[in-house]
């Protein structure tokens, strides 16, 4: 009950003086209100010129830094933001995973945050010390499962995709002794389908989406990647391009008025204009133009490459060369080990490089991908067969 809980936090603030309990209340009212473009103006208003020097302005930090995060903004500045809300690299006594002063919510955006900022091993030692917080206490049920999942995130977009497949099923096998159509549920499944769609393993995906009905009608609460895209590049992955538009243009509909435009978070974009790169190249090489803007503004390696890798799609051969070469330079420069080893599949095959094509070959199969190593050998063996 969402909605009713923030209004019932906005009246209780109403009557507050000025002072830490109202902050208190202001970043409890943040935490359940609907978002969009105006949550994020007074959001930012009331965050961005903390220091950090209590736990609700830590909290207040901890929110801003999300919520830039889901809208793209620099990640530089995301990453001060993150910063000010720790103490010493840490979550503050009080704001701890097995704290029950403010939940294990804020310790849980800030790691996510890292994670879509390309600070893995920030994200990595937070998540880390949760399974250890969780497994001291004798959490072992739902809290444990997140914590799981979380791990998986990390490993997921590191590249270790085996890895981030056994702790996303991990994650799964502990929520299914606690109970069914639990947030960790829809979290861990839609990154455990992204994760098997990554492996190239599309029929693994699918029965994950169909074991836990992972589809319409999607939960209230916000899903760890968006659930849409990842539900659209299931589709498209299956060859069901019609279903991928529609279910792609709907999470535009729906993220963009909240103005979320980051593209790793969801990329919808992206995806999208694959999907229509034949019926309407005009409209997906505007849409793949888009979302570079937006990674530039962004400017994570991992997100600046991703997009330079969908708008070589639809530049001429010399130019996509060369934009297929940027991009493979920024996600070197990036943790993310598969949009790599993807970067290095594609600009080896517009060079026609056997070389680039056996060192993409190498780096898909050390990150699990085998539907993108055999990529990479088939077309090392094709360029070969003609030379």
Known sequence: QLKEAALALAAEAERTAPGPGLMRLQAAHFLTEEDGPGRSRRLAANADHLTGRDNAERALLTLRAFDAMLRGENAEVIVDLCERALVDGHPARGLGWTDAEWGFELPTLLGITYAFTDRLDRAEELFGEAVRAFEISGWSGAHLAFAHTLLGL?????????????????????????????????????????????????????????????????????????????????????????????????????????????????????????????????????????????????GTETAIGEALRCVALFAPQEEAVHLLGEAVRHLEASPSGYEFAQALVDYGIATRSPRELARAHKLATACGAEGLAARAQQARASIRSTE
């Not at 994760?195 to 939960?219: C, H, I, M, N, S």
């Not at 209230?220 to 279910?247: I, N, Y």
């Open 154 to 298: 990390v490993h997921r977009r590191r590249g270790r995709l085996a890895e981030a497949e056994g702790f996303l099923r991990e994650g799964l096998r502990l929520a299914d002794r606690v109970g069914s159509g639990l947030p960790v549920h829809w979290d861990a499944a839609c990154l455990l389908i992204d994760t098997l769609l990554a492996r190239g393993r599309v029929p693994e995906a699918r029965k994950v989406a169909d074991q836990y009905d992972f589809g319409l009608p999607y939960p209230s609460a916000m899903v760890l990647p968006d659930a849409p895209c990842v539900r659209g590049r299931l589709l498209l992955a299956e060859g069901r391009t019609k279903e991928a538009v529609t279910e792609l243009e709907a999470a535009g509909r729906s993220l963009e008025p909240r103005g979320r435009f980051n593209g790793i978070w969801g990329p919808w974009a992206g995806d999208l204009a694959r999907a229509l790169a034949d019926e309407d190249p005009g409209r997906a090489a505007q849409l793949a133009n888009t979302a570079r803007v937006h990674a530039e503004r962004f």
